[in-house]
């Protein structure tokens, strides 16, 4: 399976559980009494359009080079993270206006049954964020890990809510704000993340140098190809789920130009075979002195 096809499955599986569970918390938060439930409900109708764009960001970074676009579309993918941090910001502003309404608004306690729910709620969404990280780490992936992020903020809403129907139910009348007060702490949270997942994809939009490990990995590939006999410059931009690199690679000066022509390709096809993320690589040849 390409990188493209599990990105696009792991979307299509984001998008179905967040429809899902959008109804029943959206269900369970009206009839039992429960704003931070229906928070919660607002926060996953948000992460089912934001899925929506992470697999269209995923289906057009993945197009393929032409004449206006040579190093192919993968900068796409970190706009969409922009646009999916912007559901996330404005579905916390939502549920922070609405909280503070029902703090000062009388009503009834939750139902107790809201927490069978949310116990259930918090596994699966937990669930669903190892799974949806562990494929963004696989594929190098922004916008998916931007999509995990949705489900770990939703288990924590989920959680604060848990914790704020606790409360209510465990002292009576008198505290039923307690679950108001959870979903404004949750709205909270999900700022924070909101600049967790925009400052990565800022990152890759700057060309910021934030690749070590795969620079260390790249010069001791290097080292295995014959007439290499070192490395200088390595800069590295992110594009998508590929790396686009720029290596100056050291050769004996008494070498012909095509000699060392040669040897600059057999580098290239080693190194990308050796690390498939690798996209476009330019190497620049340098005389050992």
């Known amino acids: 399976m390409t990188n493209e096809q599990t990105a696009i499955k792991t979307t299509i599986f984001s998008i179905i559980g967040n429809t899902s569970l959008a109804l029943i918390k959206g269900l369970a938060g009206y009839f039992g009494n429960s704003y931070a439930l229906i928070a919660d409900a607002i926060e996953s109708t948000t992460d089912i359009f934001s899925s929506l764009l992470v697999l269209f960001g995923i ?3 993945n197009r393929p080079a032409d004449a206006n676009h040579p190093y192919g579309h993968g900068r796409a993918e970190p706009l969409v993270t922009f646009l999916v941090v912007g559901f996330l910001i404005t579905s916390a502003v939502i549920i922070a206006h609405e909280s503070i309404l029902n703090i000062g608004t009388p009503h009834d306690l939750p139902k107790p049954w809201t927490l069978i729910v949310l116990g259930a709620i918090i596994i699966w969404k937990e669930i669903s964020y190892r799974l949806v990280i562990k494929k963004s780490k696989e594929i ?3 916008s998916l890990k931007a999509d995990a992020w949705h489900h770990r903020s939703d288990a924590i ?8 129907i606790s409360i209510a139910l465990f002292f009576g ?3 039923e704000t307690a679950d108001d007060w959870a979903a404004l702490f949750a709205s909270g949270f999900i700022l924070y993340n909101s600049y967790l997942i925009f400052r ?3 990152g890759e939009i700057m060309d910021e140098h934030l ?3 795969l620079v260390v ?3 001791k590939v290097s080292l295995t190809v014959d007439g290499i006999t070192g490395t200088e410059k390595c800069f590295i931009r992110k594009a998508g789920m ?3 690199v720029d290596l100056h690679a050291k050769v004996r000066g008494n070498i012909t130009v095509k000699e060392g022509h040669m040897i600059a390709h057999q580098l290239k096809d080693t190194l990308r075979r050796q690390i498939p993320q690798l996209g476009h690589v330019l190497i620049h040849i340098e005389p050992n002195e």
Request: hydrophobic share 25%; no cysteine.
């Open 59 to 61: 289906k057009y970074s």
């Open 200 to 202: 990565p994809a800022l």
């Open 157 to 164: 809403t989920s959680v604060a809510a848990f914790t704020g």
């Open 217 to 219: 990995e790249i010069r």
């Open 173 to 175: 009348k008198g505290y």
């Open 140 to 142: 190098n992936s922004s």
């Open 211 to 213: 690749n070590e490990d």
């Open 242 to 244: 590929q790396y686009h």
